[in-house]
């Protein structure tokens, strides 16, 4: 079985993780598509050249360094998979994606065609009309996503309201709910770094975020009721690791409240240092809200902390309360005072911490390490050559 994979997030070494798993299945040949360089944040970062386990294929793109998601694509797409031959081609890309689009077009060049499946996490749906009127991308995706949802033969969603949302598209094929996983061996519970804590000024309990300083992220809601805390709770710290155009407002938040000695903002740190951090947080907090053009479609951070035995907190924001399910405590989004009672819940109680903690690591284990995942991608493949 000869299957390319195609990922501009796999330009990040974490994001292979899974494919040493797949690449061990029976039967398997796995070549991996891969940017040469591509924008993550604010870092231009050059393509992971993997583990040895499975090829991977560097190519220049389009837009890369832009980080434009849905408008980049590569060069020489064509005669790399002619040089594979694939049965499979896996185009973890979204279906209005000009790459997804290209792999598409490339798959029909190929003899014999291989069968072709692309991944979505869209869990809301999309007109494109949420672009400016001058914005080519409002003119632009809608054709592309038609274009590739009538010759694609599989989609795997990233969670299950992608399944309706594709249905409404007029998706008719074969659909599978496989999110991204992680790999547990690199995200283990450790005693916290007494001296990362001490240099970064951390004191008592600490509260946790990670992500990007964005309204939509439900951080406005996170300090305000944790400033409900302080007084019932007076040694603890709010940590929000991360950075985005937002901080600044979120800043001035925490100043008109008077808590701001009791917050500490911290920029994104490296993929391979997060799990330092994490270790220092006994919860961390993902209070998303649902907007009109974005709702919470996983929270990688969560699976990090369940990893951890870090005990979560999360709003019911997209696929949050899925995640999550009965290790955690979910609230209602944007509701400050019932975020607060959570927070209480957990600050006033170590015993109640642990109990999720341990019930978070199970279920991150058994339902989202790249293992699992791993095989749950091989037998659509299976599935799909079958037919």
Known sequence: MKVALVSHSAVVDVYQDKFRYLAAMPGMELSVIIPEAYREGRDIVPGFEGTGEYEVIRLPVYFGKSGRQNLHCYRSLLPALQRVRPDILHLEEEPESLV???????????????????????????????????????????????????????????????????????????????????????????????????????????????????????????????????????????????????????????????????????????????????????MLVLPSLTVPEWKEQLGRVLLEAMACEVPLIGSSSGEIPHVIADTGLVFPEGDIGALSTAL????????????????????????????????????????????
């Open 100 to 282: 997804t689009a290209q792999g598409l077009y490339c798959a029909g060049k190929l003899h014999p065609r291989p069968k072709t499946i692309i991944y979505t996490w869209r869990n809301i749906p999309k007109t494109h009309k949420e672009w400016p009127i001058t914005s080519p991308q409002r003119y632009i995706y809608p054709p592309v996503e038609r274009y590739v949802l009538d010759r694609a033969d599989y989609i795997v969603a990233g969670n299950q309201e992608v399944v309706d949302v594709s249905r409404a598209l007029g998706w008719r094929h074969p659909m599978s709910v496989i999110p991204h996983g992680i790999d547990p061996s690199k995200y283990l519970p450790a005693p916290a770094d007494t001296a990362l804590k001490q240099q970064l000024g951390l004191r008592g309990t600490v509260v946790g975020f990670i992500g990007r300083m964005m309204h939509m992220k439900g951080i406005e809601s996170l300090i305000r009721a944790y400033a409900r805390t302080t007084e019932a709770m007076p040694d603890s710290t709010l940590l929000l690791l991360g950075n985005g155009p937002d901080q600044e407002y979120f800043r001035n938040i925490t100043s008109q409240l008077g808590i701001g000695d009791r917050v500490l903002f911290h920029d994104f740190v490296p993929v391979a240092e997060v799990v330092r951090y994490i270790n220092l947080m006994d």
């Open 344 to 387: 209480l819940r957990y600050l006033q109680s170590p015993e109640l911490r642990r109990e999720y903690a341990l019930a978070g690591k199970q279920r991150v284990v058994g339902e989202y390490a790249n293992e699992q995942i791993a095989k749950k991608i091989y037998a659509v493949y299976r599935q799909l050559l079958n037919r």
